[in-house]
């Protein structure tokens, strides 16, 4: 069995730091690197994406909302034509600045709010993939396992990765649950480690009520923002690769 581990970062904004990059590129196979809506800027996405070729890190786009007070956390109503020129403006500085740095972009994961509305509609995942696919139809869509995601990347007859979340929370119908609700952030690093060996083991989301739901599991997420996220990362991988299990870059 294997599996990637992948994380969101080059979330930082100028002077203003966001997570350990730096460590965290010494842990994980793929990197989500923002692309200037929600976080980042052109400096902090060619200085990270330069450090994830030089750790042989799988560089991907992390497009979001244009939301940067919010963190692209908050949702927004916008037309189709206006999420796909989103998506597409995002996702094609990233393929330019990962040249730029030596490198290419494999993979494209939805950021935040966006990603949340994407996983519960599967129109909306469609004309996200569909901008990121017209630049480059090789690219893999990274998709929320058991979501309107994954369907949508089905429909699409893409290269697509179903991804569970190391350090979130799940609802009965596979949905994450919202971060103002409890159980929503898994803090504990030895309690988030042991829930990613044991979806992997089973081959399925482990949900909060209890229940479990079937899934692909292809990459796990662990984010870099979060309390602890550095020891978080390496208990999960070390966990992983104790039970066997190949850590390979999508």
Not at 24 to 52: F, Q
Not at 87 to 110: N, T
Not at 187 to 197: L, N, P, S
Request: net charge negative; with cysteine.
């Amino acid at each position: 069995m294997h599996v990637d581990l992948n994380a969101d970062m080059g979330e930082s904004f100028g002077p203003w730091v966001m997570g350990d990059d730096e460590t965290l590129l010494e842990i994980v196979t793929s990197a989500n690197i923002a692309c200037g809506a929600h976080a980042g800027d052109p400096v902090v996405m060619g200085r990270t994406m330069r450090a994830a070729v030089q750790k042989g890190v799988g560089i991907g786009a992390h497009p979001g909302f244009a939301d940067l007070q919010g963190f692209g956390r908050r949702r927004m109503t916008l037309a189709h034509e206006e999420v796909h020129a989103l998506v597409q403006y995002q996702v094609a500085a990233a393929i330019g600045m990962a040249r730029g740095a030596g490198g290419q972009l494999r993979h494209v994961k939805l950021h935040g709010a966006l990603s949340n509305m994407a996983a519960e509609d599967e129109e909306l995942a469609r004309h996200c993939f569909g901008a990121a696919l017209e630049l480059d139809a090789d690219l893999l869509i990274v998709a929320q396992a058991a979501t309107g995601m994954e369907r949508a990347a089905q429909a699409l007859g893409c290269s697509w990765a179903g991804e569970i979340f190391a350090d979130r929370g799940y609802e009965a119908d596979g949905r994450l649950r919202q971060r103002s609700q409890p159980g929503a952030m898994i803090e504990d690093a030895e309690e988030a480690a042991a829930r990613v060996a044991a979806m992997l083991q089973e081959g399925a989301i482990l949900c909060g009520d209890g229940s479990k739901i079937e899934a692909r599991i292809d990459t796990v997420c662990l984010h870099g923002d979060t309390p602890g996220a550095i020891e978080t990362a390496a208990r999960i991988r070390f966990a992983l690769e104790t039970a066997g299990i190949d850590l390979r870059k999508l």
